[in-house]
């Protein structure tokens, strides 16, 4: 899927050159949306735990308030890539969300905050409507072959058993936040399967990883959310241990985004969409597309880095965190650089306008790679959208 394309010569770049006398004059950026409530079933029901969940202030999957506000965080940081104080040209910034609230509400809380007073147009595609972009496998663009994915799969981890051994240590430190005490530990998550999923479009998981991924990451929300200690992981969960335990979450994107095959399907569509925006001769100056982790850890993957950020696992995508494609104009041609624009997980807890951007190295490519080198290579990674 395309998006229109737009001119917006008028607006311009603070100036941020990667080089001296380059000039900065397109930015493409793909987030995940903010701190979230848990979503229905993250941490499976029959979880054993030695203590309450704690009650959120919204309803499941929603966008909080708290993390609202760290999204303002990070959009006045990606302000200053703006040069101007008024409002940008009608059309120069394009804000595109997924149709889940958490991130239609996101894409809100970015551009309030970005152009305070704008009005600044947030689209989606109507509710109901799959957005291949952001859900390829779903919406059927790409030639998914699930077949083909498992035993990609299964190469990249070395198969869900040795996937499960990898993390077994960090399975035993979520059993002790946790505290049901019991010796087989506290999910029962069943033996650890991997297969294609029954409509041919995706591929299903069972087992330790599936069971304690969406626990770990609860845990991880409700520190970023700014919960009392003695509310966070029971009250037996610090910044370490949840960082520790993030490694259970990173390692559902070993297998559903990050081998080749997955990050080729995964961001097919979206990685093509950024290129094009980068490319065109007409197009916004700024773009944010608002996701989910999945769609930011399988376009960091086509790329060939791994996220790290303060306070999260590798590849463990912060609330709010974001890969930067900037276009700039230098001496020698146009180049682009890629980075990743996150808050820390201190800082979006306690509220601080503390943002980082750190530079991402482009394998075969390096830190400032060629426009039309740095689009061979990562349209080489992706699958091709099938028409639809």
Known sequence: ?????????????APQPAAARDTLDRVVLLMRHGVRAPITGEAPVDTKVDGEWPTWPVAPEVLTPHGAQAIAQVARYDRRWLAANACPIPGSVRIWTNTAERTIATGRAYADALAPGCDLPVDHNPAGKV?????????????FDAGKAVAAITAYTGGVNALTARHADA??????VLGCGLPAGC???GPATLTPARDGRGVELTGPIRATSGTAQVILLQYAEGMPMVQVGFGRADAATIRRIGTLHAALFDVFTRSPYMAAHQAGPLGAHMLGTLTAAKA????????????????????GVDLDAPGFARNDVAPGGAVALKRWRGRKGPYVTASYRVQPLDAIRSGAATVVEIPLTIPGCGVRCPLDRFDTLLRAKLAPVVAG
């Open 187 to 189: 999910s029962t998550p």
């Open 1 to 13: 899927m395309r998006l229109p394309l737009v001119l917006a010569a008028a607006l311009t770049f």
């Open 284 to 303: 916004p100056r700024l773009e944010m597309l608002v996701g989910h982790d999945t769609n930011v850890t399988a376009l960091g993957a086509a790329l």
């Open 171 to 176: 399975i035993r430190e979520l059993d002790r």
């Open 131 to 143: 957005d291949p972009l952001f859900e390829p496998l779903r919406a059927g663009a790409t030639a």
